[in-house]
């Protein structure tokens, strides 16, 4: 039930866009793999920003491209765009162009079918999606890491701390202490205003302002406190309009960058972090 609730909401978010739609649920059916994950507006960090891929296949790195009638005013943009989505993920982009009748958007389609059909069988890292995985941190603690690449989100934050050898059934605070490493935090920040903080985090992620609302010597105080890195979930919303908590990444106190006008600098300094058995 949980692939179903999945799918059927991710092919709800183009049903605004005809032409969208049409193509991806195309796609999908034709496809007819329930082993395949795919996500739909998928986010991807550019150099100058960030884009939106129509439809993406984590576990293939493909991305497809639905061209709509009013592409044809922006190629050269969408050229730049491309070229950036490339050089930041080294993925595949494919692009289906639908002003060319019907006959021919279904044959792009089945030749996009084909290739990803073909990079399945020949990924020989390839694992068949389990949602039900997704969410359990002994696969992650079997794996011995986390890393960016794989997008990793989870449904509570307790379950992000039991990845590294906490016991939790659940998690009310904003950060828990790592129970391995001694000079680490494992931190679940809104990187968003809100009545409490005014977080960000850079469009590339590399950089994150933490800034207290209600605690202005809040910047002294961690300044003064021994040097710890924070291993960062950040509060979000999923594809599917879900609070999670998703990977980002370890980060270290840009000390340099650091005072009361700029708030707290967060520089990234690792995308893979170690994973632990549970403390019994």
Not at 16 to 22: A, L, M, W
Not at 224 to 250: C, N, Q, T, W
Request: glycine content about 4%.
């Amino acid at each position: 039930m949980k692939k179903l609730n999945y799918i059927t909401r991710q092919l709800a978010r183009t049903e605004r866009k005809r032409f969208e739609h049409y193509v991806i649920s195309r796609i999908w059916h034709q496809l007819d793999d329930l082993s395949i994950k795919f996500s739909t507006q998928q986010y991807v960090i550019r150099p100058s920003g960030r884009a939106l891929t129509d439809m993406y296949f984590p576990q293939l790195g493909i991305h497809i491209e639905v061209d709509e009638p009013h592409h044809l005013n922006q190629i050269e943009q969408d050229l730049l765009r491309e070229a950036d989505i490339i050089n930041a993920t080294n993925h595949k982009i494919f692009r289906v162009d639908t002003k060319v009748g019907i006959e021919h958007v279904n044959f792009q389609i089945q030749e996009i079918v084909e290739i990803i059909k073909t990079a399945k069988s020949s990924t020989i890292s390839f694992k068949e999606w389990n949602i039900e995985l997704e969410q359990n941190p002994t696969f992650y603690i079997s794996k011995g890491f986390i890393e960016l690449k794989d997008d990793v989100a989870f449904k509570n934050s307790f379950l992000a701390a039991n990845c590294f050898g906490h016991n939790y059934k659940g998690l009310q605070k904003a950060a828990t202490r790592h129970p391995r490493e001694s000079n680490k935090i494992i931190w679940f920040p809104k990187l968003y205003s809100n009545s409490d903080w005014d977080n960000k985090i850079s469009d590339d992620n590399d950089f994150i302002i933490e800034k207290s609302i209600n605690n202005p010597s809040h910047t002294i105080n961690i300044l003064h406190k021994p040097k710890e890195d924070r291993i960062v979930f950040a509060r979000v919303k999923s594809p599917l309009g879900d609070v999670m908590y998703r990977f980002k990444g370890e980060y270290s106190l840009d000390r340099n960058s650091t005072n009361n006008d700029n708030g707290l600098v967060w520089k990234r300094i690792s995308s893979k972090v170690k994973t632990y058995q549970p403390i019994l």
